[in-house]
């Protein structure tokens, strides 16, 4: 009699064979694992540091040793700056061809005095008991140790003239200029008078005609270059006279009233001047 095996399976039923069959089978799920590349995350090449994009490029690096390029070029242009800066200084200082009044390129003027209240000096010369008694002078006290220079200013005619003085060396040595109403009415007619005191005497130079439409009201821009014994006028920017004279080599500016002529100044400048202008 033989014996009978267990079968190694049990037998299913048939009902749940078919379920099986029906149904899809399902894959095995199999624990995962990191790729071995993964593992560690990738470095960045060492030429691109992490940092690089943030920052932006404005230049090309120098080598260190240019540095000192750098510090002498600033040099350099500081001395051409200089060097620029002495020429045009020279330049307005030197020589040219006169200008029209105003202009101080190429006519001999260099820098101008400081104007200060403080330096001029009221009653400084006059005539109070001569020939011309009443005779005021107001001199510009800084400027008498000069020879040449421009006096520049601009006046009015109070009443009947506006005077000036200059290379004043003391009240009884000095030059004298007025511009002076001469005829009134409809129009208006002014002339230039010079005068020059010596010793306490006074000799008039000359009388020269001012062709200009004056008005009661009328500003006279004056200027007067005095340039070794050569003195020359300008009025409303045009010459009008110039003479010689060479008794006195230096003295000051200032201004000078009579009695009964009086003129209003304001806007006074004093200019040097070279010796000679070319």
């Known amino acids: 009699m033989e014996s009978v095996k267990p079968p190694s399976e049990p037998v299913k039923p048939a009902a749940d064979t078919a379920k099986a069959a029906a149904e899809p089978a399902k894959p095995v799920a199999e624990p995962a694992k ?4 993964l593992v560690k995350p990738a470095a ?12 932006p490029s404005f230049d090309i690096a120098e080598p260190k040793n240019n540095s000192w ?5 600033v040099k350099l242009g500081l001395a051409i700056l200089i060097l620029v800066i002495a020429c045009a200084y020279f330049l307005g200082w030197g020589g040219g061809k006169p200008h029209s009044q105003g202009s101080n390129s190429g006519d001999g003027s260099g820098p101008s005095i ?5 330096g001029w000096v009221e009653s400084w010369g006059g005539d109070p008991a001569g020939l011309h008694a009443g005779r005021q002078i107001t001199i510009y006290r800084p400027s008498l140790k000069l020879s040449d220079y421009r006096l520049e ?4 005619i109070d009443a009947k003239s506006v005077g000036w003085v200059f290379r004043a060396a003391d009240p009884d040595n000095y030059y004298a200029m007025k511009l002076m109403t001469v005829a009134s009415g409809l129009t ?19 009388r020269v005609p001012i062709d200009l439409a004056v008005q009661p009201d009328t500003v006279f821009n004056i200027r007067l270059d005095i340039r070794g014994p050569q003195f020359t006028t300008y009025i409303q920017g045009q010459q009008v006279d110039s003479w010689t004279d060479d008794q006195l080599k230096i003295g000051g500016a200032g201004f000078l009233n009579e009695r009964e002529e009086r ?3 304001k806007s006074v400048s004093i200019r040097y001047l070279s010796a000679s202008a070319k």
Do not use: C, W
């Open 34 to 37: 990191p790729p071995a590349e």
């Open 44 to 55: 960045r090449p060492a030429a691109e540091p992490a940092t690089k994009d943030k920052v």
């Open 263 to 265: 003129g209003k100044v």
């Open 188 to 206: 208006t007619k002014v002339a230039l008078f010079k005068y020059l005191v010596a010793n306490g005497k006074q000799t008039q130079v000359g």
């Open 114 to 118: 400081i104007m200060g209240e403080g």
């Open 153 to 156: 200013f601009q006046a009015s």
């Open 69 to 73: 390029i750098g510090s002498l070029k």
